[in-house]
């Protein structure tokens, strides 16, 4: 009896020592993984850079995030892969932002994103090396981006662009132009200015240049963000980067010179594009 309570001992440490060892494999795995915050107004940029990255395999990407991701503890939990209701919901019933994501997509069920559950997602993210949470600055402030240990990148756009969209959208009025204009220039000014905190690296990346140079653009933000050299193949169709290029300018056509004019009256030359 006591040999084979002495065994079943052993065996359990044994158990034990190899759980413990996963464990720590885990953590380590977990700790080699890079989470990047694509950041930028709405309309700035953002969502298409983060298009761009959703294409690389490797990527496990969460676009619209900053819509219920408030703290710097949630941050902390999407690192490690911990996938909470919120998020869960949040995807359910956005699901459009789901099917934007090729980590998410391939677990709606012909297009509907009813079923999903937080261990399934979970699991996408796990098998990713790289984390990409998408969101803008009405929801992120710099006091939390400083907060976070995470590389940042935060896309600048010209603010006619900006504005030319939202107006487009009916999610700003003609006569809301010139006050929203002050405000969000002086925002995207202390967004561009903004550096590097103790916690992170703090990027910021041009639209235009993205819009023209794609592919270009991306290996620049690899190698900064990821201190990578190569590249994913991107499959980038002619129409799309007719697009995206044609999106740089496109402002020119829609925006009438009243608004122009109060743009330029509250922004910066630099914080324009030319």
């Not at 052993?10 to 996963?22: I, M, P, V």
């Not at 503890?73 to 999407?78: G, I, P, S, T, V």
């Not at 079923?115 to 399934?120: D, H, Y």
Request: glycine share 4%; aromatic share 6%; net charge negative.
């Amino acid at each position: 009896l006591k040999d084979a309570m002495q065994g079943a001992l052993d065996a359990a440490q044994e158990t034990q020592g190899e759980e413990e060892e996963e464990k720590e494999e885990e953590e380590i795995d977990l700790g080699k993984r890079t989470h990047i915050v694509v950041l930028s107004e709405r309309k700035g940029g953002g969502e298409e850079v983060g298009r761009l990255l959703n294409q690389d395999e490797g990527v496990f990407y969460l676009p619209g995030i900053s819509s219920i991701l408030k703290t710097s503890n949630e941050f902390d939990q999407l690192a490690h892969c911990d996938i909470s209701e919120k998020v869960v919901t949040f995807y359910k019933t956005h699901q459009a932002l789901a099917l934007a994501s090729d980590s998410l997509s391939k677990l709606c069920k012909e297009g509907q994103c009813n079923e999903l559950t937080a261990e399934e997602i979970s699991t996408e993210c796990l098998a990713r090396h790289v984390s990409v949470l998408q969101g803008n600055t009405d929801d992120w402030t710099l006091k939390l981006i400083d907060s976070l240990s995470m590389e940042i990148a935060y896309v600048s756009r010209d603010a006619r662009a900006i504005i030319s969209e939202l107006l487009e959208d009916g999610e700003l009025t003609e006569e809301e132009v010139q006050v929203f204009a002050s405000q969000l220039c002086a925002r995207i000014d202390t967004f561009t200015s903004h550096s590097s905190s103790s916690h992170n690296v703090y990027e910021v990346f041009k639209y235009e240049k993205f819009a023209a140079s794609p592919v270009t653009s991306l290996s620049t933000l690899y190698h900064k963000l990821l201190e990578r050299t190569d590249m994913p193949d991107l499959t980038l169709t002619k129409d799309y980067k007719n697009a995206l290029y044609l999106s740089i300018n496109q402002w020119q056509d829609s925006l009438q010179q009243i608004n122009v004019d109060a743009i330029k009256e509250e922004c910066s030359s630099g914080l324009l594009d030319r």
